[in-house]
Every structure is written in C-alpha cells, then in structure tokens.
C-alpha cells in the first residue's frame, strides 16, 4: 500500500481567494485523482493527474476552477481558484494501486 | 470539527452484534468492487474487494456478498465494535478505466 500526505490538512479562506493543496505519496505511482467530498456527501471524481501530460476532468470541473500539476510520480497539486462558500469541501487525493484506490487524509476546506 | 456524512443514513448496532451495510450499483458491466471505511477527520480507508466472477470474499471479521442479478453488494461485520464506528462506502469500478464511482454511503453507529 502507499502511504499519501497531504498540506494543508485543514483552511479557512476567504471568497475570492485560491488556496492549493499538496498531495505527497511515498513511492512512485503513475496515475494519481483527486476528489472532492462535499459536506454530508459521498466522494466525487475532479480529476485524474498523470505524470507528462494534463489532466482529464470530470464533467462539472474545469482547469479554470481546478487546475492541477503533476511534476514527477509522487507529488501533485491541486488549486481551489476564487473560491465561493460552494467550494467549502473536503478535498481528497488517492493513488491508484494493484487493483483498489489508496486515499490521502483529506482536505477540509472552509471558504467565508 | 466537522463530520464526514452528516446526512447519510445511518445504522445502529449492539456492540457485539453482526453490521450489514448495503449498496446498491449502477453498472451491470461493472466488474470490480470495493468497501471503504472512513472515520471522522481521515480519508476512506480500503476494508476489503470482490471481483464480479465471485459472489462472496471473506475477511477478517468482514464479508462482501455480491448479487449481481440485482445489482447488490452487501458489507457483513461480525461482532461489531466501537472502533467500527464510521461512515462506509461501497465503490464500483468504472469499466475499462480506473475510475471509481462510489454510493452514498452509510454510517455505522456502535452501542455500547
């Protein structure tokens, strides 16, 4: 199994603003996701993020709102641009391993 | 701090007593299925996998029975214990890709 960290474990941001979260895993992995998990909600795919090429969206996100990095094959970013209160979620990301998905310990983004 | 699955359904159990959790899926071609648990403040946790070509896997203290002429999965704990107390996930793989869609969730109260 990987082991994924993520920063900043928790925010609280203002509206308007963009926060990027981190996503660090201790072994080389090719394809990374992350995913949003609203309030009292199930987890919902943003994005895949390969390593050398740009990132695949999910119908409902865009580059714009989302736009994702990945540098090498253990580290990714993701940033949460001009945030509304809507945006307030947790933020989630996983590497895919043998067969099942590993998760980071989340995000917990609270935009005012 | 705020909770994971606010508005999910919930089931409460006896310490002690045997959990069955439930979910229904989407894909009849779905292939490969997954239980997660996720406790407050942590990312979802990976309990345990079936492929479709199997209809039960066993593991400790847990079983996944798939149905797939309904379309159901079902998680069983036996001798539930307060540390089982959390929300929990089925997710189907997406298939031909290594996408996951996951249910809506169920949390898992334990009495003591």
């Known amino acids: 199994s990987a082991v994924i960290s993520q920063k900043p474990s928790r925010d609280i941001c203002q509206r308007g603003t963009s926060l990027t979260i981190q996503c660090q895993v201790d072994s080389q992995v090719t394809m990374m996701f992350w995913y949003r998990q609203q309030p009292g909600q199930s987890l919902t795919l943003i994005a895949t993020a390969n390593q050398g090429s740009e990132a695949t969206y999910e119908s409902g996100f865009v580059i714009d709102k989302f736009p994702i990095s990945r540098p090498n094959l253990t580290f990714s970013t993701l940033t949460v641009s001009n945030m509304s209160p809507e945006d307030s979620s947790i933020y989630l990301c996983?590497?895919?391993?043998?067969?099942?998905?590993?998760f980071g310990p989340g995000t917990r983004l609270t935009v005012l | 701090g705020e909770s994971v699955g606010l508005h999910l359904p919930t089931l409460s159990v006896q310490e002690g007593d045997n959990s069955i959790i439930n979910c229904a899926y989407s894909?009849?071609?779905?292939?490969?299925f997954i239980w997660y648990k996720q406790e407050s403040g942590k990312g979802p946790q990976f309990i345990i996998d079936?492929?479709?070509?199997?209809d039960k896997r066993q593991g400790q203290r847990v079983t996944v029975l798939l149905n797939k002429t309904v379309k159901h999965l079902s998680l069983q704990i036996a001798a539930t214990q307060p540390g089982d107390s959390a929300v929990y996930f089925c997710?189907?793989?997406?298939?031909?890709?290594?996408?996951?869609?996951f249910g809506t969730g169920t949390r898992l109260k334990v009495l003591a």
């Open positions: 079936i492929r479709s070509n199997m």
């Open positions: 996983s590497v895919q391993g043998t067969g099942e998905q590993f």
């Open positions: 894909n009849s071609a779905s292939d490969y």
């Open positions: 997710a189907e793989k997406d298939p031909g890709t290594y996408k996951y869609i």
